[in-house]
């Protein structure tokens, strides 16, 4: 089974806070990605990722960076954390570009800015 | 607009019943489609993509109509289990998916 997991399931954090929410997969996928889900928004993307050291914006990206310094590995950084980033945020993989629909998602990490 | 629309529910069927959700889409230049389930606080999963000439899965129907930019989802014979959110779930090529807030549905006795 394609594993996605998800370092925190639940976070606090203070406004002004640098946050990072960190990514792994275990089957060796070659795109990741971060979104976060809003009540009545549904997901929207931040990041995306298709290699190592690679990165494309999303929709939402201001206040966001990430990081792929592994194929595994992809994390979300806030640089400075703001009341309107809290939110569950949802990282996912997929194996390739021809099955991009088919992702596999983490357990999610809720992040409470206050 | 959103680029992905869905009626945000809730739908409260019975047990047994036959229950069609819908969702419409504003780019017309999509290339593939999905619907996702969503367990309350759990992670979305694929349930089933969707194909042009429709296609089923058990108890599960998925139609697409490009013409008019719209897909389904039909759940017959509904079950306690089936009760979570439906995401539908749009690729537009590119990586770029959009995704649908989501119909929430609840299966009652």
């Known amino acids: 089974d394609v594993k996605v997991t998800q370092s925190s399931r639940y976070l606090v954090k203070r406004t002004g806070e640098k946050v990072f929410l960190e990514c792994v997969q275990d089957?060796?996928?070659?795109?990741m990605f971060w979104y976060r889900q809003d009540p009545g928004l549904g997901l929207r993307l931040i990041y995306f990722s298709y290699d190592v050291k690679m990165k494309e914006k999303g929709d939402i990206p201001e206040g966001y960076s990430v990081s792929r310094e592994k194929k595994e590995r992809f994390s979300l950084i806030l640089e400075s954390a703001s009341t309107n980033q809290t939110s569950m945020y949802l990282c996912?993989?997929?194996?390739?570009?021809?099955?991009?629909?088919?992702?596999?998602f983490g357990a999610g990490t809720r992040l409470s800015v206050l | 607009r959103k680029e992905v629309e869905q009626d945000p529910g809730p739908f409260n069927v019975p047990e047994g019943a036959t229950v069609a959700f819908n969702c419409t889409y504003s780019?017309?230049?999509?290339?593939?489609f999905f619907w996702y389930r969503q367990d309350c606080r759990k992670e979305p999963k694929l349930l089933m993509s969707v194909y042009s000439s429709g296609n089923e899965d058990g108890r599960f129907t998925a139609q697409l109509n490009r013409a008019s930019q719209y897909i389904s989802l039909l759940i017959r014979d509904s079950k306690l289990s089936d009760s979570a959110t439906y995401l539908c779930v749009v690729n537009r090529g590119n990586n770029d998916m959009r995704f649908g807030a989501g119909t929430r549905l609840t299966v009652k006795p």
């Open positions: 996912a993989s997929t194996p390739s570009n021809r099955n991009i629909g088919i992702q596999y």
């Open positions: 780019n017309s230049a999509s290339q593939s």
């Open positions: 089957m060796d996928h070659e795109n």
